[in-house]
């Protein structure tokens, strides 16, 4: 069955098998994503085989008061708290790992926290890994952790914007 391209979370999706590994990450959908999508906290897309959810991420607003923030992304008279772009989740069910679909869904979400930074501002996209296998993959993926506090990392817009551009041809 073919793989869907990212979409927004529906009523129609099946959440029921959805399992990455990650307790934390399937409670989340299963039972905090569609409240979440509905009340306008998260924008949750959604990736599936048939109607079955086997990739997701979610992405809200956010500020970040300024002084937890690496100094090479609040650079200049930054507003306190800095608003970004919370990129609050990210999973893959196992069943369907290294066919390239956390890539895909890492890709597009960047894009849209670009698009949606263009639209209507946000210095950065922020991430808050839930383990050190997270911060390592947030690491090898360009964002750099808090002043603070390790499990929050950073990636400037700018950065971001520039990555996709040069990873597009």
């Not at 992405?59 to 930054?78: F, W």
């Not at 772009?85 to 990210?90: A, D, H, R, V, W």
């Not at 911060?135 to 360009?142: D, P």
């Not at 808090?146 to 700018?158: E, H, T, W």
């Amino acid at each position: 069955m073919p793989i869907s391209a990212p979409e927004p979370l529906a009523p129609h999706h099946d959440l029921s098998g959805f399992d990455c590994g990650k307790t934390q990450l399937n409670n989340w959908l299963k039972n905090h994503a569609r409240r979440n999508d509905e009340k306008g906290f998260t924008r949750v897309m959604v990736v599936c085989e048939g109607t079955r959810v086997i990739g997701y991420y979610g992405l809200a607003p956010t500020g970040v008061p300024g002084p937890s923030m690496p100094r090479s992304i609040r650079t200049g008279q930054a507003p306190d708290p800095i608003p970004c772009i919370l990129f609050g989740q990210l999973a893959v069910d196992v069943a369907h790992n290294g066919k390239g679909i956390g890539s895909s869904l890492l890709r597009d979400a960047l894009q849209r926290c670009v698009d949606g930074a263009a639209a209507i501002g946000g210095r950065a996209v922020v991430v808050r890994a839930i383990d050190h296998e997270a911060e390592v993959y947030w690491q090898s993926n360009g964002f750099i952790p808090a002043i603070d506090d390790p499990s929050i990392l950073f990636r400037s817009v700018v950065d971001i914007a520039a990555w996709l551009k040069a990873s597009a041809g």
